[in-house]
């Protein structure tokens, strides 16, 4: 069993930067594979990015890229979203998911969820 529980999130004005960290419980934590996902009123759920148990694999969204770095810290049982050059699109609450070793995009493949963090980018 993982808890998972996200900060970091606030209000940026566009071009900035925020850094999202999710704190996970369990012995365990460094067998899973780690996840972002967001979510803006109205939408689904999506993908932004993950990273593989080892940290060797990561995948971005084609709409982050560039932009975030997901990483983690295994001995302090973290993972972290660094989020740069910010835009008003990327308004959503984002969630951490966990699922044991492969990252994966397929949100529906996690097994763990945080409670989620607001993130709100002005013009």
């Known amino acids: 069993q993982v808890q998972l529980v996200e900060s970091g999130g606030g209000l940026v004005q566009a071009g900035g930067s925020l850094r999202l960290s999710c704190a996970a419980s369990?012995?365990?934590?460094?067998?899973?594979?780690m996840g972002w996902f967001r979510q803006a009123p109205g939408k689904e759920r999506e993908f932004a990015a993950t990273?593989?148990?080892?940290?060797?694999?990561?995948y971005y969204a084609d709409s982050v890229k560039g932009r975030f770095t997901i990483s983690r810290d295994n001995a302090k049982n973290t993972v972290y979203l660094q989020m740069n050059s910010l835009k008003p699109e990327d308004t959503a609450v984002y969630y951490c998911?966990?699922?044991?070793?492969?990252?994966?995009?397929?949100?529906?493949?996690?097994?763990?969820w945080g409670q989620g963090t607001q993130v709100t980018v002005s013009s």
């Open positions: 998911a966990g699922r044991l070793y492969q990252a994966t995009r397929n949100r529906d493949e996690y097994n763990y």
């Open positions: 369990g012995r365990t934590f460094s067998r899973y594979a």
């Open positions: 990273i593989s148990w080892t940290g060797n694999t990561t």
